[in-house]
Structures are given as structure tokens and as C-alpha cells.
């Protein structure tokens, strides 16, 4: 998915073991970041989280266990933010967006940011799909559906952007700030 940040994810594949073997032709750096584990995602991409005013995100191979990873790195953040009265609620939101985008968009990368403003907190999951989620309320006992309905009784505010590859689907929480 070329577009929105795959060349700045580069830089990131150089802080991790898998940078250190020599390029083969033809390998993109997507078939690199698929190579990484998600310790070395972690390690890369919790930096560029951390600044509250970045626009940076962090791209995540789109594979079941982004999920646990992309909740890891959330929780990170907002414990250096802080923030630790929300990490359940974040928790549970980030895995439902993260868990959506990888089980129904069909892209190989998904991208996570996380941008604090007075007052605010945003959680991104951005993919390379550009159909809009639709809130649907499963049936009762359904193991799948509900995910859109819990982000949005647990949000304070939540949506979907179309970019120019793809959508950023995002929940907002109110902050205290201190």
C-alpha cells in the first residue's frame, strides 16, 4: 500500500534486526516489515507514538497479532502520558478498531496514531480499504458484529476520514487534564 507513510516506515527497519541482512531484489520495504517481530515493531514504532502533538503512526503488518501489539504500544503511551485512568477503555477500543481493520479490509499494512490535544485523546487505525464502516448490531449470541457498537457506547466520539489510499478510522476520548 504505497501512500501514507511506507517510506517513513523505512527508517524504522533500520533500528531492527531484520535491516541487518542484506536487501534482496525485488523485496519492498512492506516484505520487511512483515519480517519483524513484534518485539522489533514494538521497539520502532513506540517513539514515534510518544510525542502527544505528532502526526506520526506507526505501520503494523495487517495479521491477527497486530491486535495485541497495537494494544501494547497504546497502553505504553498512555502510561507515559499519564493517562492511566483510561488504559482499559483504550484498551478495548484500539483492539476493536485494529481487530476490524485487519479482518475486513484485505490490505497487507495497517497504520496506528495516537494524538493528544487539550482535552482530547485520538486513537487512528488507518488501512488501504476505502469502505466506510457501517454500525450494525448483530444478533444476540453472535460471536462477531458488535465490535462498532462497543467503540460507540465506550467513545466519546468516534468516525471514519477517507484519505487518498484508504480510510482512518478513529474513537475520541475526553481527558482531564491536570
Not at 510525542?51 to 497495537?70: C, F, I, M, Y
Not at 503511551?77 to 485487519?102: F, K, M, Q
Request: with cysteine.
Amino acid at each position: 500500500m504505497a501512500g501514507w507513510g511506507e517510506v517513513d516506515q523505512s527508517a524504522l527497519l533500520n533500528r531492527g534486526a531484520a535491516a541487518d541482512a542484506p536487501p534482496e531484489p525485488g523485496r519492498s520495504a512492506l516484505a520487511a516489515l512483515e519480517r519483524l517481530t513484534p518485539w522489533e515493531l514494538e521497539r520502532a514504532g513506540l517513539p514515534r507514538l510518544r510525542d502527544p502533538a505528532g502526526n506520526q503512526e506507526v505501520r503494523l503488518p495487517s495479521r491477527g497479532e497486530s491486535g495485541p501489539l497495537a494494544r501494547k504500544l497504546v497502553l505504553s503511551v498512555l502510561r507515559s502520558w499519564g493517562l492511566t485512568n483510561l488504559v482499559e477503555v483504550v484498551e478495548l477500543l484500539t483492539a476493536e478498531l485494529v481487530a476490524n481493520a485487519v479482518r475486513h479490509t484485505g490490505g497487507r499494512t495497517i497504520g496506528l496514531r495516537m494524538l493528544r490535544r487539550p482535552g482530547w485523546l485520538r486513537i487512528e487505525v488507518r488501512d488501504s480499504s476505502r469502505a466506510l464502516p457501517c454500525l450494525i448490531v448483530a444478533e444476540p449470541g453472535a460471536e462477531y458484529g458488535n465490535g462498532l457498537v462497543v467503540v460507540n457506547t465506550l467513545a466519546d466520539r468516534w468516525g471514519a476520514d477517507l484519505l487518498p489510499r484508504g480510510k482512518g478510522v478513529w474513537f475520541e476520548l475526553k481527558i482531564r487534564e491536570r
